[in-house]
C-alpha cells in the first residue's frame, strides 16, 4: 500500500550539489526504515545510505561519506538526500525504498526493502 516517488535529480557539474526527495503516500514513513539505492545500467544495485525508523541509526556506503547525508522528516513523510560533493561516478538513476521489518540498525542490502520509487536520474558532468 505504501508509495514512494523520488524527485529533485538533475545535472549538476562535479563539485555541485543536489537534494532527492523521497515523498510517500498511503502509509506514514513512521513504520519504516528507508534506503537510498542507485543503480547504472549493466552494474548490481548498490546502496548508498540509509536512516532507521527512529533516525538514530545512519548508514552510508564508502564512496558517499562525509559527502551525502540522510535525513527524514516524519511530519511531512518524506525523506531526503543531500548529496554535495558530486563527482561524476555518482551519475546515475537513484532510488529510495523501504523496510517495514526493519528495528535495529538500517542495513543496506535491496533485498531487505520491499518498497521502491520509480527513480530519479542524477547526471553530473561538466
Known amino acids: 500500500q505504501l508509495q514512494l516517488v523520488e524527485s529533485g535529480g538533475g545535472l549538476v557539474q562535479p563539485g555541485g550539489s543536489l537534494r532527492l526527495s523521497c515523498a510517500a503516500s498511503?502509509?506514514?514513513?513512521?513504520?519504516?526504515?528507508i534506503g537510498w539505492f542507485r543503480q547504472a545500467p549493466g552494474k548490481e544495485r548498490e546502496g548508498v545510505s540509509c536512516?532507521?525508523?527512529?533516525?538514530?541509526?545512519?548508514n552510508y556506503a564508502d564512496s558517499v561519506k562525509g559527502r551525502f547525508t540522510i535525513s527524514r522528516d516524519n511530519a511531512k513523510n518524506t525523506i531526503y538526500l543531500q548529496m554535495n560533493s558530486l563527482k561524476p561516478e555518482d551519475a546515475t538513476m537513484y532510488y529510495c525504498?523501504?523496510?517495514?521489518?526493519?528495528?535495529?540498525?538500517?542495513?543496506?542490502?535491496?533485498?531487505?526493502?520491499?518498497?521502491w520509487g520509480q527513480g530519479t536520474q542524477v547526471t553530473v558532468s561538466s
Open positions: 536512516i532507521s525508523r527512529s533516525g538514530r541509526s545512519i
Open positions: 525504498a523501504a523496510a517495514p521489518r526493519m528495528f535495529g540498525r538500517c542495513v543496506l542490502s535491496a533485498p531487505s526493502y520491499d518498497s
Open positions: 498511503g502509509l506514514t514513513l513512521d513504520y519504516y526504515a
